[in-house]
């Protein structure tokens, strides 16, 4: 009994999904999809994306000019030049 109904609800999909085949096939909303090329853009949707990372440059570069120490840090660079040979682990000139 399993077996037989079973195969009927299998006959029925495959009816069902030859259908709705067949009418892709005839011409439906469906556009065939195109092969390695660049969506077409409106000039909306280019002065739009135009206009957004406009904007998103210049909040980067107004935050990093105000308020660049959330970048570069809270406190004074060292001066290099107070370093010292043994903190920068170069060894002693007369050491061989």
């Not at 009816?15 to 409106?42: D, E, I, K, N, V």
């Amino acid at each position: 009994m399993l077996g037989s109904l079973s195969r009927s609800a299998g006959r029925r999909l495959l009816r069902a999904g030859s259908g709705a085949a067949g009418r892709r096939r005839a011409g439906g909303a469906h556009a065939p999809p195109p092969y390695r090329q660049f969506p077409a853009l409106t000039r909306r949707q280019v002065v739009q994306s135009e206009l957004i990372s406009g904007f998103m440059w210049f909040w980067i570069l107004w935050h990093f000019w105000h308020s660049s120490d959330m970048v570069l840090g809270h406190f004074p660079y060292p001066d290099p030049a107070a370093w010292t040979d043994e903190e920068l682990g170069i060894p002693p000139d007369d050491a061989e």
